[in-house]
T-cell receptor, first 116, second 114 residues
């Protein structure tokens, strides 16, 4: 039973390019969360999605950032026209639809985005 | 607006001794609290959680204490081992269901010296 899979692990983009980060949740998990960790900081919530629905995007920057979780395929976090300040580690987490919080959410290993 | 705060960026303890990591929160509506451990270049891994209706939860070497009146929780690791060296994040959420966002603190780097 594979865990949360994120790819790529490392991504280098030049300023102005687009970055696409992918997240495949654990089997049976229907809820996906994206977090960003800037250097020397904690994890900041960005967006919470279920299949084909954005449930909470209160942590998403207003411009250039978007997320989706289609009926088929992985969840995608898309950053358009990247700037140096977007350089960070982006983590995806997933949770099953029906369970208590005894075991927490499962995180992927992250995608480290570097904007040059 | 930092709703969850870990005021100690780092902590160093000797192997075999107790490690105590602290966390404060400001939102009295939080219902559930979790601790995560993170190694470099890896994602956070879940350690232990506690509901707001309890004041203590224990799992092996790890115990979490919750003081609701002080809006404070702590993670005790006894005995500490060198493999415990990592960054520890506390997190909080509203509701006890398995959905909804987690709010994380800034993290505390624990170093356990052999």
């Amino acid at each position: 039973n594979a865990g949360v899979m994120q790819n790529p692990r490392h991504l280098v983009r030049r300023r102005g390019q687009e970055a696409r980060l992918r997240c495949s949740p654990m089997k049976g998990h229907s809820h996906v969360y994206w977090y960003r960790q800037l250097p020397e900081e904690g994890l900041k919530f960005m967006v919470y999605l279920q299949k084909e629905n954005i449930i909470d995007e209160s942590g998403m920057p207003k411009e250039r950032f978007s997320a989706e979780f289609p009926k088929e395929g992985p969840s995608i976090l898309r950053i358009q026209q990247v700037v140096r300040g977007d350089s960070a580690a982006y983590f995806c987490a997933s949770s099953p639809p029906f369970a208590g919080l005894t075991y927490g959410y499962t995180f992927g290993s992250g995608t480290r985005l570097t904007v040059v | 607006d930092q709703q969850v705060k870990q005021n100690s960026p780092s902590l160093s303890v000797q192997e075999g001794r107790i490690s105590i990591l602290n966390c404060d929160y400001t939102n009295s509506m939080f219902d559930y609290f979790l601790w995560y451990k993170k190694y470099p270049a890896e994602g956070p891994t879940f350690l232990i959680s506690i509901s707001s209706i309890k004041d203590k939860n224990e799992d092996g070497r790890f115990t979490v204490f919750l003081n609701k009146s002080a809006k404070h929780l702590s993670l005790h690791i006894v005995p500490s081992q060198p493999g415990d060296s990592a960054v520890y994040f506390c997190a909080a959420k509203r509701g006890s269901s398995n959905t909804g966002k987690l709010i994380f603190g800034q993290g505390t780097t624990l170093q356990v010296k052999p």
